[in-house]
């Protein structure tokens, strides 16, 4: 079965950018529907960003303005660029992917984004 596995996150002061990574382990990676989503101590898990296999994008009216989602199929790979950070964007981002065939879905591991001075 696929699996996903985030990396690229880490400390950064407020106002910084990260660059969030996911890379599929098998090139069915072009079949799957993509999102990152985050999840803050204490809060429930809540998605950021998605981007279709078709490479159709959407953010949630919250995460609009700061946060790009983009995928590389030839890479197996999609990326979450983050921009003007604050410290509310401190949690875990997790990657998700989800075979718009088959109905396949599943979760990397996550990474932790921390924004503090």
């Known amino acids: 079965q696929v699996q996903f596995v985030e990396s690229g996150g880490g400390l950064v002061q407020p106002g910084g950018s990260l660059r969030l990574t996911c890379v599929a382990s098998?090139?069915?990676?072009?079949?799957?529907?993509m999102a990152w989503y985050r999840q803050a101590p204490g809060k429930e898990r809540e998605l950021v960003a998605q981007v279709t296999h078709d490479n159709r994008v959407t953010y949630p009216d919250s995460m609009k303005g700061r946060f790009a989602i983009s995928r590389d199929n030839a890479k197996n790979t999609v990326y979450l660029q983050m921009n003007s950070l604050k410290p509310e964007d401190t949690a875990v981002y997790y990657c998700?992917?989800?075979?718009?065939?088959?109905?396949?879905?599943?979760w990397g591991p996550g990474t932790q984004v921390t924004v503090s001075s």
């Open positions: 998700n992917g989800k075979n718009y065939r088959s109905n396949y879905k599943a």
């Open positions: 098998e090139n069915i990676f072009t079949l799957f529907n």
